[in-house]
């Protein structure tokens, strides 16, 4: 069973502040796995599609989830829909099995109204809203019952094809970088990298 506190301060570290959304993708993260009943992915044997945006209160919720799962950007076992929706579906990709998770609607509208929101939307940095308004609302996060916040789907099949990773390289023949051979176009004759070949 994963446990959250094994990893929370070291997600605060990662996150850059206290706030109530990181470890509720911690804890969100954490089912899904206990689900799964799958380790943190040291390599890709997990990843994560999640469905939130780049634009939007509470994004701090999916570096919960790379926290807690290990997927990450850097190795490229997450990814994100941009559906502006707080849920996420997480996958073994050695068993080929999959759940979808996401935060009740009550709960979050509920969220969005809270005294650490109100502070976001009149443009107080996260860094720097008052611990005695931060805190009382991670301790919550940190102690309810799931079911008060979590919908969790069943575990289902989920065929998933591992990519291998590519280690041939070449140089742009326009600005000179090394690039990954399968991110090199063929311009004109010319071997360019996307930014060159964009130009």
Known sequence: MIDVNDYLETGFIFHGHRCPAMPLGMRIGAAAMNALGVDRSKDKELHLIAETGNDHAAGCFVDGLMAITGCTY????????????????????????????????????????????????????????????????????????????????????????????????????ECGER??????????GKMLCKPCSDK
């Open 74 to 173: 850097g190795k490229s076992n997450i990814e994100k829909t941009y559906y502006g929706k707080m849920a996420f579906t997480l996958i073994d990709t050695i068993n080929q099995k999959a759940v979808r998770a996401y935060i009740k609607p009550e709960f979050f509208g509920n969220m969005l109204g809270s005294p650490f929101v109100e502070q976001r939307k009149a443009g107080v940095l996260p860094q720097d809203i008052s611990s005695d308004i931060a805190e009382p609302l991670v301790n919550k996060i940190l102690s309810i019952p799931e079911e008060n916040f979590l919908e969790l789907g069943p575990v289902l099949d989920y065929p998933f094809e591992k990519k291998k990773g590519v280690f041939d390289t070449g140089l742009c023949e």
């Open 179 to 188: 690039t990954f051979a399968h991110k090199l176009q063929d311009v004109d």
